[in-house]
């Protein structure tokens, strides 16, 4: 496979999206998710699948939602503003198990913001940004070429696990073209949600022993109800506390079953460093930069870099962390992923939070900085 | 010529006492009981104009043509 | 229950929650003539709702059915659509629900022509959440938000959907159930977005506060204003002074159908990728 391309991150998950066998798109313009928007309306009539422009964010997941029940694998990208439109739509696919994948090319909130700066703003946001509890798969890819495969991963996680997830980029990663070399292990599977087993009755929201019940796409003789109301496992709306009880548990729950198929996380000099920095998406770039000077230097300097970002990798971290000297949590906000990482340390090492909200990268400088103080 | 003869029912069971049918039934088949609920008190003044089981919403009247026909 | 009902219906969900004399059940009624009618097969029909008391018919009709989010029900459907052209995709919204939160999706729909129908059940008020005055209030009127009468202008959904380019508008009553069943298989059959608003009756929340003794009444005065579309040309203006028209109000072949447009692009961008 080993093939060479420039692309750029969002055209990345553009390739990533259509290898894993996506055929439905629909979105609203917004800087800087609209080369996602432009990419499929040139692909998808060329495989004959249909890229719809929608009149706004909240349509457009409305439709992805719409186009996934008849089997279409679907997708929406968008940015800030468009993201917080799309919240309540997210939680209905989320209660009511319908694969689908929002990428959220990140830019500098609240509001409007500034649109042309990157920023992770809004990492607590794809976690929490509907009303109510509600499962999510978040997935922050740091380079174009880890955009590519990561998005394929997202659409196949989705399908398997009947849960919205969100590949979390931003301004940079989007618009940087790199010359990526795809190797076999950037391969596509496509992966598609389980179905009804012929001959058994068909329960749409089954309480099954792996926590997914099989899906039946619109339109192949089996006739059930979807909402968002809270259902039991027939699909119809229940207030039995005990019903009520049991599909929240088991639609929360079923993430945690999984997750060691769900969780991918990278480390790099993480085993003897002193100093560990934990980050993702752009930032890990400038985090990995200072690594491998440092390292050059004899500095016993490593990170951890989560690439599913939720479910939150706690266990990766924990074993990571454990016997270091400090970590550094670099972020484009004022602190979201520390808190998280804070939560899981526990207090066991001191965590340093290094952020920047001025529309710009942390710098590997700035980086270097603090972990020399430490050192 | 035998005048057509009709079989109204009402399914008390899930009326809801509305009073729709009460109301437009042209030939003032139905009165109400003790719960406001539909009764068919006049079934042989029905002429099958279905405008009860048209408006009833909750479903509760089914109006069936009778077999054979009476003489007039 | 009769026969259609019990083809029709999920029959274990019966008796539907929908209050005593509410117009909604007739409209439901209505519908699965219709498509009794039309002779759909059912895993072929797919029934998508908004949120409200409306929205709650989706829970009771055996097809493939979604009851989405408050305003939405338009733009899910568009996806269904979309996706899986093959299958007859009917939405149903309350007023609120289409013209309020979801005005801009019908709007929309309405100007793309996606083969679909939509039905509205506009009983002027917003029935779920127990009586706000929603766009299609008439002025004058009492609501829980209007304590003091309401003051905004309303809505015409039919010409508001004529204006934004739906090709089949027509505009019935629950009182007038059977052409409401025709109307709902002539908007079936259209090729192309169709809407038929249906003027009906919430006893509860819209009767009681504006001087509306029973359901009955109700629906007396849906006969009384509602006037043939076909006779009200010969009328007086003055005569139609707070009446509406029924009937089917406009109709266009000339638009071409969304995905027919579609198949356009597909070919186009098939053609490219060839050069
Ligand atoms: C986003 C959102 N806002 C508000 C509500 C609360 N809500 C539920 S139904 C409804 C209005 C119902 O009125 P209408 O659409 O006219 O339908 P009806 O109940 O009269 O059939 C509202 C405001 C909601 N469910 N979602
Ligand atoms: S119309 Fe139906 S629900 Fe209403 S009173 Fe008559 S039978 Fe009962
Ligand atoms: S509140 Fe009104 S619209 Fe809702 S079910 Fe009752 S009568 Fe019907």
């Known amino acids: 496979m080993a093939e060479a391309k420039l692309l750029s ?13 996506v055929r439905f798109f629909a979105g609203y313009p917004i800087t800087p998710s609209t080369e996602i928007a432009n990419a499929f309306a040139r692909e998808l009539p060329r495989r004959g699948g249909i890229f719809m422009q929608m009149e706004d964010e909240i349509a457009s997941m409305g439709a992805i939602i719409g186009a996934s029940c008849t089997g279409t694998k679907a997708v929406t990208a968008t940015s800030g503003p468009g993201f917080s439109l799309m919240q309540e739509n997210i939680g209905y ?18 509001s409007t913001g500034l649109p042309t700066s990157p920023s992770q703003g809004d990492f607590m946001q794809t976690r929490w940004g509907s009303h109510g509890d509600r499962p999510v798969i978040v997935i922050a890819p740091y380079t174009a070429r880890e955009a590519y495969r990561e998005t394929g991963r997202a659409v196949n996680l989705s399908e398997t696990y009947r849960v919205p997830v969100i590949v979390l980029m931003d301004e940079i990663l989007g618009h940087l073209r790199e010359r990526v070399e795809f190797r ?17 009755p068909f329960l749409p929201y089954e309480n099954t022993e792996d926590g997914v019940p099989p899906f039946a796409d619109f339109g192949t003789g089996y006739r059930y109800h979807i909402t968002g109301l809270i259902h039991d496992e027939t699909g119809f709306p229940t207030n039995n506390p005990v019903e009520v009880d049991t599909i929240m548990r088991r639609v929360n729950g079923k993430l945690d079953m999984h997750i060691r198929d769900i969780e991918r996380t990278r480390f790099v000099d993480a085993d003897d460093a002193e100093i560990l920095i934990v980050a993702f998406g752009s930032v890990a770039r400038s985090a990995h930069e200072v690594v491998r000077t440092l390292r050059n230097e004899g500095k016993a300097v490593g990170m951890v870099r989560p690439v599913t970002v939720w479910p939150f990798p706690d266990e990766d971290i924990r074993t990571a962390v454990a016997g270091k000297k400090a970590v550094i949590v670099p972020e484009m906000n004022l602190g979201q992923m520390v808190r998280e990482v804070e939560r899981v ?12 909200i001025d529309g710009l990268l942390v710098t590997p400088h700035e980086i270097r900085d603090l972990v020399e103080d430490l050192l | 010529m035998g005048k057509k003869r009709f079989n109204v029912t009402v399914d008390r069971t899930i009326c809801k006492a509305c009073g729709i049918c009460v109301a437009f039934c042209p030939m003032s088949v139905f009165t109400t009981d003790h719960d406001d609920k539909a009764v068919v008190s006049v079934p042989e003044r029905c002429t099958g104009c279905r405008q009860c089981e048209l408006l009833c919403p909750d479903f509760c009247i089914t109006v069936v043509q009778v077999e054979e026909a009476a003489d007039g | 229950m009769g026969e259609i009902h019990e083809k029709y219906l999920r029959m274990d969900k019966m008796p539907h929650i929908w209050c005593a004399g509410c117009g909604n059940g007739i409209i439901m009624g209505a519908f699965i003539t219709a498509i009794d009618r039309l002779g759909y097969d059912k895993d072929e029909v797919a029934a998508v709702s908004g949120i409200g008391c409306s929205g709650r018919i989706t829970g009771y009709m055996d097809f493939n059915t979604i009851h989405t989010t408050h305003g939405r029900a338009l733009a899910f459907a568009t996806g269904i659509k979309l996706a899986k052209p093959r299958l007859k995709v009917f939405v149903f919204m309350g007023d609120g629900d289409a013209v309020a939160i979801g005005g801009n999706h019908l709007i929309h729909a309405c100007r793309r022509n996606l083969d679909m129908t939509a039905v509205i059940f506009n009983n002027h008020i917003y029935g779920m959440t127990g009586g706000q005055f929603s766009p299609t209030t008439f002025k004058n009127k009492n609501a829980t938000t209007a304590p003091y009468g309401t003051t905004d202008p309303d809505f015409d959904i039919a010409q508001l959907c004529i204006g934004a380019g739906a090709t089949y508008v027509a505009r019935g009553t629950s009182y007038h159930a059977r052409l409401l069943t025709d109307l709902i298989v002539k908007g079936a059959e259209h090729p192309g977005f169709s809407v038929i608003e249906v003027i009906t009756h919430c006893p509860v929340n819209f009767g009681r506060r504006n001087n509306f003794e029973s359901p009955a009444q109700m629906l007396l005065w849906q006969k009384e204003h509602g006037v043939a579309a076909r006779k009200a040309k010969t009328m007086p203006l003055e005569d139609m002074e707070g009446k509406f028209t029924i009937g089917e109000l406009y109709r266009s072949t000339e638009i071409p159908e969304y995905l027919e447009e579609y198949g356009r692009v597909i070919q186009a961008a098939n053609e490219e990728k060839k050069s």
Not at chain 1, 347 to 354: D, F, K, M, N, S
């Open chain 1, 9 to 21: 991150g969002n055209d990345a998950c553009v390739q990533g999206a259509l290898a894993a066998g």
């Open chain 1, 93 to 110: 696919a989320a209660i009511a198990e319908i694969p689908c994948v929002i990428i959220n090319v990140m830019r500098y909130g609240p």
């Open chain 1, 184 to 200: 076999d292990e950037d391969l596509v599977q496509e992966i598609s949600r389980k179905g009804p087993e012929p001959g058994k």
């Open chain 1, 345 to 356: 340390v526990a207090g066991a090492v001191p965590v340093h939070a290094l952020n920047r």
